[in-house]
Every structure is written in structure tokens, then in C-alpha cells.
């Protein structure tokens, strides 16, 4: 018999240690829309490219560079040896991006905050004659202009790592073959960041880390096997399950630990690496209390289930729809929708700290027909766009987004309406083609189907291998 835990019995032990769970004297109510603190970093994943800066602006930021070069700036990398090299695993995406921010900082302080975010340099281009300088701190030794050193074609899909941390170590032959292969200063840990190309061309390694956040990070993959997997709920059991997939075969079915019947409020929203271990983890809200939690998981045992500090359900008219890294830092964030005004906003996390907030730049009311159904990147370029459906035409959309700002909204060439049967009920990418595709289900025959596309273009469909008839179980996998 699995061990039964109620969510809210849970929430009571949170509470006592002041984390503003459920009966708690000094549970804070607050206003969605209203930001604790402003969100201030820069947001990586729009470094322009060094070679689209003309001459004169490149001049300008390799003299910003120099300026900023100091021993100390060189000592805090060559002594950083838990983080300098990529087989450190994620801390060497996390520490070298925080490195960049300090040149970033200090060209926005010195009047040269056109160049932030610093722009990036492919290894596969040749370095700008601007950029063949070093400063006098380091050697003088020539560079090679032209390195040749293109990114490999095992990092042509992201997604085939299975976290972070694998991504960073697979990079290590290449990153250390640029370095080698630019010579010079570049040659020399200690010696390294003072070369201006030192710093662009770990821009451009930034890019690479958050364009892999962006994309792959909250792929719904519970066992690690880079493969997406579907994330079933009995509501009247509490029951969680979990289809280990390979593409559309159900590999086998694991069940959670803990259980949480619909009774008792609960309900799951979504998925996310909440507490950084690279697992993905389960989203829960209670619409009455508005309290929102996490089981945190160690494969299918829930390891902890912290709640968070704010509350918003259904007094305030607020619905939590999702997860995504809107604002790009590595974290995963929470998306809610208020029908009533068509209002769509943000919860920016540092894990389970809320550290901002932002309305979306777009508003739906909800008697226009329209639901959110998930999240993902549709058109690769490390953004978090919104998938709609509109099950009274059958339409479904995307917003592309650029943070919270939305840039377009294509439709698909196929719509779908809700009296077919069928319901959108989340995202993946069930091929791993690096495309997000459409999980859709069919109560009455229990069919589960994919939509496999090329951004919004549907380019095949698929059954997947089991099915499940009835309202029972729902997926929630968005």
C-alpha cells in the first residue's frame, strides 16, 4: 500500500517553520501584480554578435575591456578552481556568468552600457583584428585570428544532455581546443581573461547555457533519460503516476510515494526543476488558500514539499497555469492568468524565493474563449512562449515572447474543437528533434496523441503505445 500524505498536513509542517503555510497567524495576502523587490540582471540570450558592431564601436568596447582588467579581476579565475573549467559540471556556466556580469556592471557604470549584454564571438568566425590585443597585465604573445573552431554537431540538439551539469563536461574538449587553438594569452588560465576575446567568447558559451535552460530544462523528464515523460493524476485516489516514455512507447509506470486527493484542494499546475538538483519536480496549487507548493523529488519519492511565501487562488481570481524561465536566469518561474481582466503575469523564482514579478505585455479575458495549455520554446530561440487553445473554434496559437513581452501570435494550420473529444493537455519534445510538440488526449476512446512539429508547422502525428479511457485520470503534464 503506498504512503498516503496529505499535502495540507505537510503544509502545517512548513508553517511551523515560518514559511507562511496553510493556518499560520502572520499569512501574508498579497496583491499578484505588486513586485517585492525589482529584478535586476541582465538577461542573457540576446548577445548580439561582434561581428555586426562596426569597427569604431568594437574599439570602443575592447578599450572598455582593458579599462576593466585588473589582477585581481585575473586572480579570482585562475584560482577558481571549482568552477574555471567545464568538467566542474553547471557551477562552470553559473560562476563564468557572474564573472561577465562584473565587465557588464562596470561598462554600464562607466558610460558604455551599449555593449551590455556583452556581445559574443563564434569560434567558428575569425576574431576581429580590434579583438587581437591583450592587456599589458598578461603576455603579448600573437593570437591566431582565425581558429576555426566551430561548435561540434553534438551540441546541434541541446536536448540530448540530461542536465546541465553533463552539458557543461561534454563541453570541455571543445572549450579548452578554442582556448589551445587562439593561443596567446588565451593558452593560460591565469592569463586568459586578459584577452578581450576571452570575455566574448564566453558570451558566447553564456548563450549556449541559457538557450539550453530556455529549452530543455523543464522537458518533463522524471527518470534522466533526456526523454520526455508523461505525468498522470487520479484525483479521487491521489494517486501520482508517471509513463517512462521513449518517444511515443511507454517504457513502463512508476507511482509517487505521496498522495494527495482532489478533496483536499490540491491540484497540480505544472513541472520544473524547483530546487536546482536537475530532477524535475511537481507544482501543486490550492485554489481556496492559494497556497502554492512543491514535492520536491528524488526520482518518484518525494523528498520535501516546501510551500511559498505568497499566496493568490481563486478570492483573488488568479489561476496558476504553468512554469517556464520567462526572464532567463537559470530559474524556473510560475505563469497565472486572472480571466476576469484577461491580465497574464509572472512570478520571477529563485527557487522557491520570489524575487519579482511582471504583467505580460498582452491581456485575453476569459469570456473570449481562449485557455492556456502549456509553455515551451516553439521557435528555438531560447525563449518561453504560451500555447492557447480554443476549444469552442477548435484554433490553437502560440505567443512568441521575448520575456513577458509578446512578439507575434501564429495560429496552427489545424484546429480542434473541444466537441471532438480531444484536449490539449501539455507540451514536450516527444522525438527529441529539439522542436516542442502538442500532447493531446481522448477521453471516451483513451487515446493519448502527438502533435510533432517545426515550430508551429505540424509535420506528423502519433499515437502513443497505452491507453487510458475515462475522466479518472487526467494528465498533467504542461
Given amino acids: 500500500m503506498k504512503l498516503l500524505k496529505a499535502f495540507l498536513l505537510v503544509g502545517g509542517i512548513v508553517a511551523s517553520s515560518g514559511c507562511g503555510g496553510a493556518g499560520a497567524a502572520d499569512e501574508e495576502k498579497v496583491e499578484l501584480g505588486q513586485a517585492r523587490q525589482a529584478l535586476a540582471v541582465v538577461v542573457p540570450g540576446t548577445r548580439p554578435n561582434i561581428n555586426n558592431l562596426t569597427s569604431q564601436e568594437r574599439t570602443s568596447l575592447v ?58 564571438w563564434n569560434p567558428g568566425s575569425p576574431i576581429p583584428d580590434e579583438f587581437l590585443v591583450s592587456d599589458p597585465l598578461v603576455s603579448n604573445a600573437p593570437m591566431n585570428k582565425n581558429p576555426n573552431r566551430p561548435l561540434p554537431a553534438a551540441f546541434n540538439n541541446l536536448c540530448s544532455f540530461p542536465d546541465a551539469s553533463q552539458f557543461a563536461i561534454n563541453l570541455e574538449t571543445f572549450h579548452d581546443g578554442v582556448h589551445t587553438a587562439v593561443g596567446g594569452p588565451m593558452a593560460f588560465l591565469s592569463q586568459s581573461p586578459g584577452a578581450p576575446i ?28 533526456v526523454h520526455t515523460d508523461v505525468l498522470w493524476y487520479h484525483g479521487e485516489t491521489g494517486t501520482v503516476s508517471i509513463w517512462a516514455m521513449d518517444g511515443t512507447t511507454v517504457q513502463g509506470e ?99 524565493t520570489i524575487t519579482g514579478t511582471a504583467d505580460l505585455s498582452w491581456n485575453v479575458p476569459g469570456d473570449q474563449g481562449w485557455e492556456i495549455k502549456g509553455t515551451g520554446d516553439f521557435n528555438r530561440d531560447g525563449q518561453v512562449d504560451i500555447l492557447w487553445h480554443h476549444p469552442g473554434s477548435g484554433a490553437v496559437g502560440v505567443w ?13 494550420a489545424w484546429t480542434v474543437p473541444g466537441d471532438q473529444g480531444w484536449q490539449l493537455k501539455g507540451t514536450g519534445d516527444y522525438n527529441q528533434d529539439g522542436n516542442v510538440d502538442l500532447l493531446w488526449h481522448h477521453a471516451e476512446s483513451g487515446r493519448v496523441g502527438v502533435w ?21 485520470w487526467e494528465i498533467v503534464s504542461r
Fill in 63 to 120: 578599450n572598455g575591456i582593458l579599462a576593466f582588467i585588473t589582477q585581481p579581476i585575473l586572480d579570482e579565475h585562475a584560482s577558481a578552481h571549482e568552477w574555471h573549467h567545464p568538467v566542474n559540471g553547471e557551477a562552470f556556466f553559473i560562476r563564468h556568468h557572474e564573472y561577465l556580469n562584473k565587465l557588464e556592471t562596470y561598462l554600464t557604470n562607466n558610460g558604455l552600457g551599449q555593449f551590455v549584454p556583452l556581445p559574443l
Fill in 400 to 412: 512568441l515572447m521575448n520575456g513577458t513581452t509578446v512578439m507575434s501570435d501564429p495560429w496552427f
Fill in 198 to 225: 576571452f570575455w566574448l567568447w564566453h558570451g558566447f558559451l553564456d548563450d549556449l547555457y541559457h538557450d539550453y535552460e530556455g529549452r530543455c530544462e523543464n522537458r518533463k523528464d522524471f527518470n534522466r533519460d
Fill in 254 to 352: 512508476s507511482f509517487l510515494n505521496w498522495q494527495a486527493p482532489s478533496n483536499q484542494g490540491w491540484a497540480i499546475k505544472g513541472t520544473g526543476d524547483f530546487s536546482g538538483d536537475g530532477r524535475t519536480d511537481v507544482l501543486w496549487h490550492h485554489a481556496e488558500s492559494g497556497q502554492v507548493g512543491v514535492w520536491v523529488l528524488d526520482g518518484t519519492n518525494v523528498a520535501s514539499a516546501p510551500l511559498f511565501a505568497w499566496t493568490a487562488g481563486a478570492a483573488d481570481g488568479w489561476e496558476l497555469k504553468g512554469t517556464g524561465d520567462f526572464n532567463r536566469d537559470g530559474h524556473i518561474d510560475l505563469l497565472w492568468y486572472k480571466g476576469q481582466t484577461g491580465q497574464i503575469h509572472v512570478w520571477y523564482l529563485d527557487g522557491m
Fill in 452 to 472: 510533432f512539429l517545426d515550430g508551429t508547422t505540424i509535420t506528423s502525428t502519433a499515437d502513443m503505445s497505452w491507453n487510458v479511457p475515462g475522466t479518472a
